[in-house]
């Protein structure tokens, strides 16, 4: 069955670091378009970054632009995102997606999401 498992989250001092991983299998992960969307308390989930899968061209939110990084390993099944310089508003829990269109069949699974939290 499809999972996507996502680790590295936990708190951090602002101006921090952390590197999430979001572990998949049961698909061909190589053909899946790998993204990563985050949830604060008592909003919407957002989108903050994505990568193809052919020619891995990378695509961020303006807000994430410059300080946030999304990597994918074909060959160990896992996307990455590393995130630099945080802040307090980057609070959130962050979900790992793959999706994959063809025609009208859209393939879209979701990770159980791990916490971040940025506070001193």
């Known amino acids: 069955q499809v999972q996507l498992v996502e680790s590295g989250g936990g708190l951090v001092q602002p101006g921090g670091s952390l590197r999430l991983s979001c572990a998949a299998s049961?698909?061909?992960?190589?053909?899946?378009?790998m993204s990563w969307y985050r949830q604060a308390p008592g909003k919407e989930r957002e989108w903050v970054a994505s990568?193809?899968?052919?020619?891995?061209?990378?695509y961020y939110a303006d807000s994430m632009l410059g300080r946030f990084t999304i990597s994918r390993d074909n060959a160990k099944n896992t996307v990455y995102l590393q995130m630099n310089s945080l802040k307090p508003e980057d609070t959130a829990v962050y979900y790992c997606n793959a999706k994959k269109t063809r025609g009208f069949t859209v393939d879209n699974y979701w990770g159980q999401g791990t916490q971040v939290t940025v506070s001193s």
């Open positions: 049961g698909f061909t992960f190589s053909s899946f378009t």
């Open positions: 990568m193809t899968p052919a020619t891995s061209t990378t």
